[in-house]
């Protein structure tokens, strides 16, 4: 079993910066892949980035790519997302989650299914 809570969400200005950061405990935190998804009120789940077990290969969604960046220390089980240039859109519940399952690519990290564990989310609010 992984538990897994976030932190760092809150209220910024439109162009700031937040960082979150997932708290991972349970079962050898390196073995998973590790991502983040976010929810806005009536829309579905949606994929935001992953990063691999080593911290050495990530991906992103488009719409974050060149303004988030997720990282993972694996010695202290945490892994952060730094968001810059926040925009109005960004604004949802932000989810980390822990997947065991491994692909050799990373178009199945992009949808719920693979991820085996899931925090209870951070509110993340960019007002314009």
């Known amino acids: 079993q992984v538990q897994l809570v976030e932190s760092g969400g809150g209220l910024v200005q439109a162009g700031g910066s937040l960082r979150l950061s997932c708290a991972a405990s349970g079962r050898t935190f390196s073995n998973y892949a590790m991502g983040w998804f976010r929810q806005a009120p009536g829309k579905e789940r949606e994929f935001v980035a992953v990063?691999?077990?080593?911290?050495?290969?990530?991906y992103y969604a488009d719409s974050v790519k060149g303004r988030f960046t997720i990282s993972r220390d694996n010695a202290k089980n945490t892994v952060s997302l730094q968001m810059n240039s926040l925009k109005p859109e960004d604004t949802a519940v932000y989810y980390c989650?822990?997947?065991?399952?491994?692909?050799?690519?990373?178009?199945?990290?992009?949808?719920?299914?693979?991820?085996?564990?899931w925090g209870q989310g951070t509110q993340v609010t960019v007002s314009s």
């Open positions: 990063v691999r077990w080593s911290g050495a290969s990530t």
């Open positions: 989650a822990a997947a065991t399952t491994l692909y050799g690519g990373f178009y199945s990290y992009t949808t719920p299914t693979p991820y085996d564990y």
